[in-house]
């Protein structure tokens, strides 16, 4: 993986997992040139902005009555893979949807895994993320 705020060659394959490559997928919502289509969207972009460690975007994607007034990512982990489990709506004509993952990273030395149901809203026509449960 790239390091921290550093992008994938336009051509490598999306870190979120998708099989497409980076310039197709998150690379533009990184970008903003676009916003994402869907929630399931979004919360890839997100994953891929923590491993490159863009704490901008998740910043500008994250609904501002629940973004926390500081927001940092944590550069002691290392991102390994992502893998969606669950998408409730969330499509191009609803208003909220639900995605739930799981990812694998490594931390001192010792792989780990996160799973997480997230909650969006579309706002404006932009998707945002509300908060997340632990599963």
Known sequence: MPGKNSQPPPDADCPCGSGRPFSACCGPLLAGERPAETAEALMRSRYTAHVLGDADYLRRTWHPATCP??????????????????????????????????????????????????????????WLYVGAEMD
Do not use: M, Y
């Not at 709506?89 to 895994?113: L, N, S």
């Not at 909650?119 to 404006?124: D, S």
């Open 69 to 126: 007034p500081e927001l940092s990512v944590a550069d002691d982990g290392q991102w390994r893979r992502l893998r969606v489990l669950r998408v409730e709506a969330g499509g191009p004509a609803d208003i909220e949807g639900v995605v739930a993952f799981e990812a694998t990273f490594k931390q001192g030395g010792r792989a780990q895994r996160l799973r997480e149901v997230s909650r969006f809203t579309r706002v404006g026509g932009r």
